[in-house]
């Protein structure tokens, strides 16, 4: 079992920028697609960005593409996500993601097996 924590939410204005990170134990992640996911008060949770197991591969949402950079590093068991010009639509509580098969699919099929606790993304205008 893995476990998932994140970290590196808080407040920013609108335009400026927060780095996520995500901490594994208990197995190493490197066998793994990642990714982030977020949920809105009121909204349903949304895929935000996915990256494969060797980090060569990633995939955005379209609401994110061009803002936010998905990474790793398998050797540290960390993921990250770069946020930059961010937007008050942004707010969320972001949540780190393990995916057994594969990064491409988590977008619109994802299995996850194992999610963080979340982190809190507050953007303000």
């Known amino acids: 079992q893995v476990q998932l924590v994140e970290s590196g939410g808080g407040l920013v204005q609108a335009g400026g920028s927060l780095r996520l990170s995500c901490a594994a134990s208990?197995?190493?992640?490197?066998?793994?697609?990642m990714g982030w996911f977020r949920q809105a008060p009121g909204k349903e949770r949304e895929f935000v960005a996915a990256?494969?197991?060797?980090?060569?591969?990633?995939y955005y949402a379209d609401s994110v593409k061009g803002r936010f950079t998905i990474s790793r590093d398998n050797a540290k068991n960390t993921v990250n996500l770069q946020m930059n010009s961010l937007r008050p639509e942004d707010t969320a509580v972001y949540y780190c993601?393990?995916?057994?098969?594969?990064?491409?699919?988590?977008?619109?099929?994802?299995?996850?097996?194992?999610w963080g606790q979340g982190t809190q993304v507050t953007v303000s205008s």
């Open positions: 993601a393990l995916d057994p098969r594969s990064a491409q699919r988590m977008s619109g099929n994802p299995a996850i097996a194992s």
């Open positions: 990256i494969s197991e060797s980090g060569r591969s990633t």
């Open positions: 208990g197995r190493t992640i490197s066998t793994y697609a």
